[in-house]
């Protein structure tokens, strides 16, 4: 209550300093002096808890927890694990009991020990990681599946599905926390643009994803096989029930799924067996510093950077990009007909409420001040024309765009694979951040540079027939494959003769 009535005193002072001089243009100190001024004091004793302390930021960064989780059930052979983590007796009966409580068929079988024991004999850092970030998440997923009437024990599916990263990305393309797929995202409105990508809002995904698990649960009525349907689509599931002779249990049709689904599961449950049983196999999280609930939202009146709003709030621009994952580049756009939203901590909220006009302000003068102008603003499924550039060929401009190189022909009437330097294509991309990478201005000033360059320290070579990665590095000295994608911007070891590649000089 102290802190609140504080509060409000040093909300009044800032909002009557905001208004001095209200025509001036700030410099960015005199603005941040304005505006930390009236809280300096008041806030001083209270500071520590507005600041990420290295554990919790080690928690928010799971960036390898998602490749490790992800290769663990998509990769390994978690049956064959020999290593006694905990004993059978005590996991049958340990499983019998969740089976009892949970609508899940949770039922002893060899597979799902190995994929426990796996997990246990990991090494408890990486779990208690994860344990410290579903602090932090889980009451949202609580909320969401309530409103739903989804067994609440669905949260830890995020954990297999993305190991709580919200801008986790897998090979193929699927995004988030629930890690939808563009097509699945779109169905369920999640947006993406070159500045946000909606899957990666914890909200917005999350009501996506308690959706998409009702109408799979409709479909199936059975929690097992919708969780199967959710990783490999409800094709697959129902092809698995067909070849299976009709079974409806999990377990049993499990061999009939793709490789991946037959992994999900077990792994589904594994996890729910780790967060349940917790404190029997001595996990102990950290205690997150923030919890979701101490924080709040604003609609956004104008477009803004984060490191604006990070400046006027004191807050830590790591933290703010964590709590708005879904702007991608830093960058709150605005659209008229369409609302964007801050999500801040509750301290920083009515900071930002009382000095509004004068934070918009700043930001516009920041913004004007830049030398190079903000990435051209692009939907998903805007088309966009692509001038096609030395070294270019169809696969690398499909990779590049998210888009399949058989799309990129029917939509330019192309009969062939061969294209001109300077030939306009175009393209309805899938990965709006190549097209913020490819916007005109970015493009001139990566040629300018690129040109400048390659008289200097560059070669130039003709890709031959027989030509490999391989035998191109060898002919160059301390030139090695890992130079030579990343300077033509490869991420495939296919090359097509008469390709034009940058060759670094040793």
Request: aromatic share 12%; glycine share 4%; with cysteine.
């Amino acid at each position: 209550m102290r802190y609140i009535m504080i509060l409000g005193f040093c909300l009044l002072t800032a909002s009557h300093q905001a208004q001095i001089n209200p025509e001036n243009e700030l410099s960015k100190q005199e603005f941040h002096e304005i505006i930390q001024d009236s809280v300096k004091i008041v806030f001083e004793d209270y500071k520590k808890t507005i600041r990420l302390d290295s554990v919790w930021q080690q928690a928010l960064s799971s960036s390898d927890l998602f490749e490790q989780i992800h290769d663990d059930v998509t990769q390994k052979d978690l049956e064959r694990v020999s290593i006694k983590s905990v004993e059978t007796e005590v996991l049958k009966e340990r499983l019998k009991r969740l089976n009892e409580k949970m609508p899940f068929h949770i039922e002893y079988n060899p597979s799902l020990e190995s994929v426990i024991n796996y997990y246990l004999s990991r090494g408890q850092v990486s779990t208690e990681r994860l344990m410290s970030l579903s602090r932090f998440y889980f009451p949202l997923f609580e909320r969401t599946f309530d409103k739903y009437d989804i067994p609440l024990e669905m949260k830890y599916l995020a954990l297999v599905e993305s190991a709580l990263n919200p801008r986790a990305k897998s090979r193929v393309g699927a995004t988030g926390l629930w890690q939808f797929m563009y097509t699945t995202g779109k169905m369920y409105d999640l947006d993406v643009s070159s500045y946000v990508d909606e899957r990666m809002d914890p909200v917005a995904s999350t009501e996506a994803a308690a959706q998409y698990l009702k109408k799979l649960h409709s479909m199936f009525n059975d929690w097992d096989l919708a969780l199967a349907a959710y990783n490999s689509g409800p094709g697959n599931v129902n092809k698995a029930i067909r070849r299976s002779g009709g079974e409806i249990n999990y377990w049993k049709l499990r061999r009939h799924l793709p490789r991946e689904t037959a992994g999900y599961v077990p792994s589904f449950q594994a996890m729910m067996y780790l967060f349940e049983y917790a404190e029997e196999h001595n996990l102990a999280p950290n205690e997150p510093s923030h919890v979701f609930y101490a924080t709040d939202t604003i609609h956004t009146k104008k477009l803004i950077k984060l490191e604006h709003v990070a400046t006027a709030t004191d807050l830590d621009l790591e933290y703010l990009k964590f709590l708005n994952p879904s702007y991608k580049l830093g960058i709150i756009p605005y659209e008229k007909d369409k609302e964007y939203y801050l999500r801040l901590p509750y301290h920083a909220v009515g900071l930002f409420v009382a000095n509004e006009n004068k934070i918009y302000n700043y930001a516009e003068t920041q913004i004007a001040r830049q030398e190079e102008p903000l990435p051209k603003y692009y939907k998903a499924d805007d088309k966009i024309r692509y001038r096609v550039r030395s070294g270019d060929y169809l696969g690398k401009i499909a990779s590049k765009f998210g888009v399949y190189t058989s799309q990129i022909k029917r939509w330019n009437n192309l009969r062939s694979d061969r294209l001109k330097i300077g030939q306009r294509l175009t393209i309805y991309p899938k990965k709006p951040t190549a097209v913020v990478e490819s916007s005109p201005q970015k493009e001139k000033k990566k040629q300018k540079s690129l040109k400048k360059k390659s008289s200097s320290n560059r070669s130039t070579y003709i890709v031959k027939n027989g030509d490999s990665l391989w035998s191109i590095s060898r002919k160059f000295q301390d030139v090695t494959i890992e130079d030579i994608k990343k300077l033509n911007d490869l991420n495939t070891n296919r090359l097509k003769p008469g390709m034009t590649l940058q060759i670094r000089k040793g």
